[in-house]
């Protein structure tokens, strides 16, 4: 029984400092680009709206900074998170191989019910610097590390040009839906004065 | 009967333009008082100004203030900027947070987040913390559907009910003998098995009823009678609705049947059964044939139109004034019609008993009759109530308080608390003189004004 009530997703962004985390959102939400590098401190936060399979949608993005001295909030910030975006820079080994940790520290800090199948989506950006002369990270590489990790969607992004920026938040609204719990009935308890207990309902809450 | 899903009900005034402002548009920065809730992971579930969704990046910055301070074991309780204040209450999983510049001390502005919880958990209850254990991504607002003028309403009341921060409720005038029937017929149906049974004219209370042990708050009374009379399709026919009072049982939900005998006037059952709906239905139709026989409606009507306490009213003695003293209400009124307010400048009062967890105010007649000047009388008199309860220095037994709008006089004894307003020229010893006048004038008048027997801790 799928509802057509606009759904809410809080979408954190991580990765490496300098990688264009910010850069994306701006080229995402305000269509804008700049090549001067101002780090995010903590984190920053915009609203998107979108609309896939006549659904409306509207993305709560966490734009985190990449620094290590930021980890501290990650608890904080992670929590009920309902995609996780990672991003790399395809002309910086050290950003790839940090994808991992990434991960990891996201699944610890975020703690979600199921591990395993949380959404990521993984963004290799800055493929327009040199003309890819300048790239070490191959896409095959990447894609099969995604692949590792449980098939991760993978998309190879410009923020410069704007390039695949739109079909990854696409894709980030595509595995909501598919993801989307069916409504149950939501069912409080019940009082029994005589007994003076409570009765929990049998099915709970739909969520 | 009325569902959970309220979606049917006509969209508040202004609703259009809630959809349009987010929190970049200037008009929404303007606005003097806002208040957000939001879920701990930073989701929009209610914002009093501008559309949940349009203001996801706001909740989120509120979310990660408030999560950062808590993950150094700590509680955000208020932020000062500038004249803006932010005050922070956290409810489990739910975060409430009011941005106010209205100089309200940030206790009250915390009473007023307390209550719109409250006014949530009406609604839902608190099983649904438990939606958030299952799930830290849950998002509340499709459950709140519709519900949208119930907080707006009950945020307006902040400003005009004094019940939102005396955490007491008021009786409509009636002769006791009048109160007493009506009282008689809902005990009737109470030992029936009802668990309550209320009789209200707005908001306030004609009679109630609860049967043995059970004890109604005065905060479940305001938050039951705002949810009823901001939901308008209650006006419409007999209504039977799950609901919770938080303090009675925060956790489950009672069903309350919902009927309206008159314009203003509605009857509240409510019941731990939720196929109980033909049972009360009956008993509404005996309640409503023994009221219509016996007149109480029409000694309600009477009592609207005629009004509450007037200042005017309060019987002097020839030592205060010239005129001859007028012991009943309504009497010698026509005489002073040329005075502004009561005797000493007097101009409005609300008495609190105590032990009965009623009050009584005056009606707001000249020279407060703007509804803005009313709005600052009830920020000041919750300024002196917030003051006299301080945790820390409190509690107090008087206080005397001059300013360039009034005179302010509270006073607090084991049975009751008196708060007045007086012209700010009045003279301090005749103020008190009267305000012991007031005291003895609303103990003569109490079988009128006040519900005996029906004290919520007296069963």
């Known amino acids: ?111 979600p019910s199921d591990p395993e199948n949380f959404p990521f989506v993984v963004l290799g950006n800055k493929i327009d610097i040199d003309n890819g002369n300048s790239r070490v990270v191959s896409e095959k590489k990447a894609r099969a590390w995604c692949a590792s990790k449980g098939n991760i969607p993978y998309f190879e992004t410009s923020a410069k040009e704007g390039f695949n920026v739109e079909a990854a938040f696409q894709c980030i609204a595509k595995i909501a839906l598919k993801n989307e719990p069916e409504d149950e009935i939501y069912l409080p308890d019940t009082i029994d004065v005589a007994g003076n207990r409570q009765h929990r309902s049998s099915s709970g809450c739909g969520c | 009967m009325t569902s959970r899903d309220r979606c049917d009900d006509e969209p508040e005034k202004g609703k259009g333009k809630k959809n349009v402002t987010d929190d970049a548009s200037v008009s929404w920065r303007k606005r003097k008082k806002h208040f957000f809730v939001l879920s701990h992971s930073g989701k929009p579930i ?14 989120a910055t509120l979310q990660a203030i408030i999560s950062y301070v808590e993950n150094g074991g700590d509680n955000i309780r208020f932020v000062r900027a500038g004249k803006h204040q932010v005050v922070f209450l956290v409810k489990g999983p739910i975060y409430l947070v009011c941005i106010s510049c209205t100089e309200e001390p940030d206790d009250a502005l915390r009473g007023q987040l307390e209550l719109l919880h409250g006014q949530m958990l009406v609604i839902l209850t608190k099983s649904i913390d438990r939606c958030f254990e299952k799930n830290k991504k849950f998002d509340m607002t499709p459950l709140l559907g519709g519900t949208e003028a119930v907080f707006s309403s009950l945020i307006h009341s902040f400003s005009w009910n004094p019940a939102t921060f005396l955490h007491a409720y008021t009786c409509l005038p009636l002769a006791f003998s009048t109160r007493q029937a009506a009282g008689a017929i809902l005990q009737d149906v109470v030992d029936s098995g009802v668990l309550f049974a209320m009789l209200m004219c707005k908001h306030k209370v004609v009679s109630l009823v609860g049967a043995q042990k059970a004890s109604l708050h005065p905060d479940d009374m305001l938050l039951l009678s705002n949810f009823i009379l901001s939901t308008k399709s209650f006006r419409t026919s007999e209504s039977f609705s799950p609901i919770c009072l938080p303090r009675y049982n925060p956790m489950a939900f009672l069903h309350a049947y919902v009927h ?57 003695d020839s030592s205060l004034r010239s005129d001859s003293p007028s012991p009943h209400p309504g009497q010698g009124r026509a005489a002073l019609a040329s005075r502004i307010g009561g005797p000493a400048g007097l101009w409005h009062f609300i008495y609190r008993s105590i032990n009965l967890d009623q009050y009584v105010s005056s009606e707001l007649s000249s020279p407060l009759n703007s509804s803005r000047l009313q709005k600052e009388l009830y920020r000041a008199y919750q300024k002196l109530y917030v003051s006299m309860h301080d945790r820390q220095i409190g509690p107090h037994k008087t206080q005397f308080r001059r300013d360039e709008s009034y005179v302010l006089l509270c006073w607090i004894t084991p049975d009751f608390e008196l708060y007045a307003a007086f012209d700010p020229l009045a003279d301090k010893a005749l103020a008190i003189k009267i305000c012991n006048r007031v005291c003895q004038w609303v103990r003569d008048l109490e079988n009128e004004i006040f519900l005996f027997g029906g004290s919520p801790f007296s069963w």
Not at chain 1, 22 to 40: D, E, G, I, P, R
Not at chain 2, 263 to 291: P, T
Request: proline share 1%; net charge negative; aromatic share 12%.
């Open chain 1, 1 to 111: 029984m799928a509802s057509r009530r606009r759904m809410l997703l809080k979408v954190i962004i991580l990765g490496d400092s300098g990688v264009g985390k910010t850069s994306l959102m701006n080229q995402y939400v305000n269509k804008k680009f700049s090549n001067q590098y101002k780090a995010t401190i903590g984190a920053d936060f915009l609203t998107k709206e979108i609309q896939f399979e006549d659904r409306l949608f509207t993305l709560q993005i966490w734009d985190t900074a990449g620094q290590e001295r930021f980890q501290s909030l990650g608890v904080a910030f992670y929590r009920g998170a309902d995609c996780c975006v990672l991003v790399y820079d395809v002309n910086v080994m050290k950003s790839f191989e940090n994808l991992n940790n990434w991960r990891e520290e996201f699944l610890i800090q975020a703690s």
């Open chain 2, 46 to 59: 209610y914002s009093r100004y501008g559309a949940e969704h349009k203001l996801a990046g706001f909740t």
């Open chain 2, 260 to 316: 309206y005998l008159e314009v203003d006037s509605y009857l509240v059952l409510l019941s731990i059964n939720s196929d109980d709906f033909y049972h009360l239905k009956d008993c509404r139709i005996q309640i409503e044939s023994v009221l219509v026989n016996s007149n109480v409606l029409g000694e309600v009507q009477k009592s609207v139109q005629d009004g509450g306490l007037h200042v005017e009213d309060v019987p002097v």
